[in-house]
């Protein structure tokens, strides 16, 4: 009987061992599906940091078009020898933030599931401080590498989008 009751043990956790690990974002997804659901206003907010003096919040506001959870294979991070990530140019940041998800580079690569939400931009607001340069996504009307217009798509992962307030 303990051999039965082994064995079963044993398959249940090959059986999960098989399947990719639920992410943050992916969780939200199955947790609070009303809250990401189709034309629900949404915003991304950088900044902020700090007690008594703050640094001023950016953001990027839109309207949820899709939401979904989706495997993903995460490879290793891109590494720019001899710097980390504050001392990155733009262009090296950028590499690094589409790259994410990733693992560093002495975690073996694995699969993933994230939650992945389809925002369609409505307004916006950036730094331009050079120091801004490697802090997030949003810098001189930019995300990441695409100029920002009201319309345009683009995809962020549940967990960093909060709803707007009304």
């Given amino acids: 009987m303990r051999i039965f009751v082994l064995a079963l043990a044993w398959l249940a956790l090959s059986a999960q061992a098989a399947e990719p690990v639920l992410r943050p974002s992916a969780r939200l ?19 902020g940091a700090g007690f008594i003096v703050t640094d001023p919040i ?3 506001k839109g309207e949820v078009i899709a939401a979904a959870v989706q495997s ?3 490879a290793k991070c891109p590494v720019v020898p001899g710097k980390n990530i504050e001392q990155y140019s733009r262009d090296e940041f950028n ?5 994410y998800p990733c693992v560093a580079q002495d975690v073996a690569e694995r699969d993933e599931q994230i939650g992945v939400v389809r925002v369609r ?3 916006w607001e950036t730094p331009h401080a050079k120091k801004a340069e490697n802090a997030g996504r949003l ?3 930019m995300f990441l590498d695409r100029k920002l217009e009201k319309g345009m798509e683009i995809e ?6 909060g709803v707007c307030e009304q």
């Fill in 72 to 74: 993903r294979h995460l």
């Fill in 95 to 99: 590499r690094h933030a589409n790259a």
């Fill in 121 to 123: 931009v409505s307004d």
């Fill in 156 to 161: 962020l992962e549940a967990d960093l989008l």
């Fill in 29 to 47: 997804l199955f947790k609070q599906p009303e809250m990401l659901r189709a034309g629900q206003c949404v915003r991304y907010e950088e900044g």
């Fill in 139 to 141: 810098y001189r009307g």
């Fill in 58 to 60: 950016f953001y990027l």
